[in-house]
T-cell receptor
């Protein structure tokens, strides 16, 4: 299974942009890149996903490198409610996600 | 829509006891999943189902069983509880794959 690598933790100030990196150097051409986040004591929730092009939705943006070996989740203005563990996941067409340990984002007031 | 519901929220079991974790979704999703999450770790897939009557193993299926007799329900059975099964269990569903997975609130299980 292809693996993703994320920093264990990051900090951001409230109302500033946050860039959460993810490396996936063994990605193959048909693997989708998904991001989920898990708020404290809750189940994960979907954030965004993409294949090759950059993607935007109301929660975040996803920037995918041209060689697809890395991607960055961008939160445009972090709020205290964005404090969570963010998971970068490769979907490889086998009906399953492989969750790593994610990045714990701390947002400072 | 209630989404994905799980019962119970918490449970303490003694070693060797059995129990069923219930999961129900009201979104008419074909795909359903069971994950476990150990402290400080990411989620690991236990079993999944692509439709009523069809189930398959995930990464960590040992010690668990599942069934899928209806689209809505996907119960997870622990036959002989062991301390290694102490974890938080999440059920999820999706319309298709790859597609957004919707997670339930989780069941916190302790085996003593």
């Amino acid at each position: 299974d292809a693996k993703t690598t994320q920093p264990n933790s990051m900090e951001s100030n409230e109302e500033e942009p946050v860039h959460l990196p993810c490396n996936h150097s063994t990605i193959s051409g048909t693997d989708y890149i998904h991001w989920y986040r898990q708020l404290p004591s809750q189940g994960p929730e979907y954030v965004i996903h993409g294949l090759t092009s950059n993607v935007n939705n109301r929660m975040a943006s996803l920037a995918i490198a041209e060689d697809r070996k890395s991607s960055t989740l961008i939160l445009h203005r972090a709020t205290l409610r964005d404090a969570a563990v963010y998971y970068c996941i490769l979907y490889q067409g086998t009906y399953k996600y492989i969750f790593g340990t994610g990045t714990r984002l701390k947002v400072l007031a | 829509n209630a989404g994905v519901t799980q019962t119970p929220k918490f449970r303490i079991l003694k070693i060797g006891q059995s129990m069923t974790l219930q999961c129900t979704q009201d979104m008419n999703h074909n795909y359903m999943y069971w994950y476990r999450q150990d402290p400080g770790m990411g989620l690991k897939l236990i079993y999944y189902s692509v439709g009523a009557g069809i189930t398959d193993k995930g990464e960590v299926p040992n010690g668990y069983n599942v069934s899928r007799s209806t689209t809505e329900d996907f119960p997870l059975r622990l036959e002989l509880a062991a301390p290694s099964q102490t974890s938080v269990y999440f059920c999820a569903s999706s319309r298709n794959m790859p597609d957004t997975q919707y997670f339930g609130p989780g069941t916190r299980l302790t085996v003593l």
